[in-house]
């Protein structure tokens, strides 16, 4: 198979003017194979998505891309062409979520990658290009706070699990993924009215209104949740902590509403509450590897299908877009054949 010289990439630029105020831009180009950075593995990239993160790259928002120009897209699947790794060969179906893609590394909105063979996941038998872009960074963050809940003891007799920004990407999965392992799994959306429907065919026994958890409100609340997954962050996670029974566990992943915790010591020390950071991006190969394989054995295919829209290459600043603005749902991946 000969390798073209050039390609399709969406790269994120900065310029800065002569007062040195610095402006981030993104556009589709025809790139030159030397562009890409030194790695061991050149892949022929299937598909991307369009996670938060891919948003705010594509929108000119600051603190993703941190080198520039950048390719932008935290995710990758597609096939290896060539690899100095022992670990991979030519005709090799992997997967990269995070580790730097789109942020340091030139990322997977493009039609090839050379990235670092360490990291690289073997595409699950069974699982297809498009539906491990579906699940992406997104999916694999659901699994890895599920996996967080399960190493914190939490088990679905442990009582009702809370999962906010539930109609969004990690959110959707989550609902599935606890769902499917018998878990009573209640959404906090902002679109009951419109993505109810949605939100029960995932799996969802009860729906909470965003709205009800969006403000500060008292550091101990009434018990009603054993275990939460909270892509939102600010007074959502700080209500959410104070509503955790005793002895609950949280994986907090997100930041939807925002990077603050305006909480205190209380759901600590009076409720013995857990909470549980979740790195996706640094996550190390043997956590990547068990995430993949629950991904495989756990999710739905028929309900990930149902959360996911596909678009071109050239589609991704609308949705890039529209994930900024909250009226995208579930999945959106990017097909860059
Ligand atoms: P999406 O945009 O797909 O989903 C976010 C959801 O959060 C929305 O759909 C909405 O749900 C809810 N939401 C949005 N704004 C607000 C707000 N102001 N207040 C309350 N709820 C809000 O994003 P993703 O699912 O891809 O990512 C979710 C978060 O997780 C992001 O902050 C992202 O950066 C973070 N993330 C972190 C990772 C990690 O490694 N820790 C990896 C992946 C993502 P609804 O409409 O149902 O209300």
Redesign the pocket.
């Known amino acids: 198979m000969g390798i073209e010289t050039q390609f399709r990439a969406i790269v994120v630029d900065r310029t800065e003017d002569a007062e040195g105020k610095k402006t981030q831009s993104s556009a589709l180009r025809l790139i030159d194979d030397g562009f890409l950075m030194p790695g061991d593995v050149t892949i022929a990239v299937d598909y991307s998505g369009i996670?938060?993160?891919d948003g705010l790259a594509l929108m000119g928002r600051p603190g993703v891309v941190r080198v520039w120009p950048l390719i932008a897209g935290i995710d990758v699947v597609g096939t290896v062409e060539s690899s100095t790794d022992p670990r991979w060969g030519a005709g090799d179906r992997v997967i990269l979520n995070?580790a730097g893609l789109g942020e340091t590394h030139h990322g997977g909105l493009a039609e090839r990658a050379r990235v670092s063979g360490a990291s690289l996941v073997r595409l699950p038998a069974g699982i297809s290009a498009k539906r491990a872009a579906a699940i992406g960074?997104?999916g694999f963050?659901a699994m890895l706070s599920v996996l967080a809940l399960e190493r914190g003891g939490i088990t679905p007799d442990s009582g009702d699990v809370l999962v906010?920004?539930?109609?969004?990407?990690?959110?959707s999965i989550a609902i599935a993924l606890l769902a499917a392992r018998g878990y009573q799994v209640h959404a906090s959306?902002?679109?009951a009215d419109e993505?109810g429907g949605y939100l029960r065919g995932l799996g969802a026994a009860g729906l909470v209104d965003?709205r009800t958890l969006?403000d500060a409100g008292k550091p101990l609340q009434g018990q009603r949740w054993a275990a939460a997954i909270d892509?939102?962050g600010s007074a959502?996670l700080a209500n959410v902590l104070a509503q955790m029974n005793y002895g609950g566990v949280v994986a907090a992943?997100?930041?939807?509403?925002g990077p603050d915790l305006p909480t205190t010591v209380m759901p600590f020390i009076l409720r013995a509450v857990n909470l549980i950071g979740?790195?996706?991006?640094e996550a190390p190969l043997p956590l990547r590897e068990e995430a993949w394989g629950r991904l495989a054995a756990d999710l739905d295919l028929g309900l990930l299908d149902g959360l996911t829209e596909e678009i071109g290459l050239d589609e991704a600043f609308g949705a890039a877009e529209r994930?900024l603005a909250?009226t995208i749902?579930g999945r959106t991946v990017v097909d860059v054949r």
């Open positions: 996670n938060y993160k995070g960074t997104a963050t906010t920004g539930a109609a969004g990407g990690v959110g959306t902002g679109r993505l965003r969006s892509s939102v959502t992943c997100g930041l939807a509403q979740i790195n996706s991006v994930i909250g749902h």
